[in-house]
Nanobody, 123 residues
Framework: QVQVVESGGGLVQAGGSLRLSCAVS????????MGWYRQAPGKQRELVAT???????NYADSVKGRFTISRENAKNTVYLQMNSLKPEDTAVYYC?????????????????WGQGTQVTVSS
């Protein structure tokens, strides 16, 4: 069983900052890529940022230069530092971890999602 839990969302004024955290727990072998996604009302879920186990990061163009993704492998945790927030950043933010678990026949990897955390940016 693998659990993914986000925290750190809230209400902030435009130009402000928030830091999201996502912790993975349970019985698993390894966490591979981790990422943050978001879904605004009436829109599809979109990629915000991803980070490999080695620390290589990728960002959506809309957040480059404002958001920073990082991770602490020893704590099975990924972070999203969000600066210069805009009203259009308002969304539910979801964490995803590509997790490898042991099976009877070896290992298996799949993505696990958190329940989401609301970020609201007021103008």
């Amino acid at each position: 069983q693998v659990q993914v839990v986000e925290s750190g969302g809230g209400l902030v004024q435009a130009g402000g900052s928030l830091r999201l955290s996502c912790a993975v727990s349970g019985n698993f072998f390894r966490i591979n890529d981790m990422g943050w996604y978001r879904q605004a009302p009436g829109k599809q879920r979109e990629l915000v940022a991803t980070i490999s186990r080695g620390g290589s990061a990728n960002y959506a163009d809309s957040v480059k230069g404002r958001f920073t993704i990082s991770r602490e492998n020893a704590k099975n945790t990924v972070y999203l530092q969000m600066n210069s927030l805009k009203p259009e950043d308002t969304a539910v933010y979801y964490c995803n971890g590509d997790v490898t678990v042991r099976t009877l026949y070896g290992t298996n990897s799949k993505g696990y999602w958190g329940q989401g955390t609301q970020v609201t940016v007021s103008s």
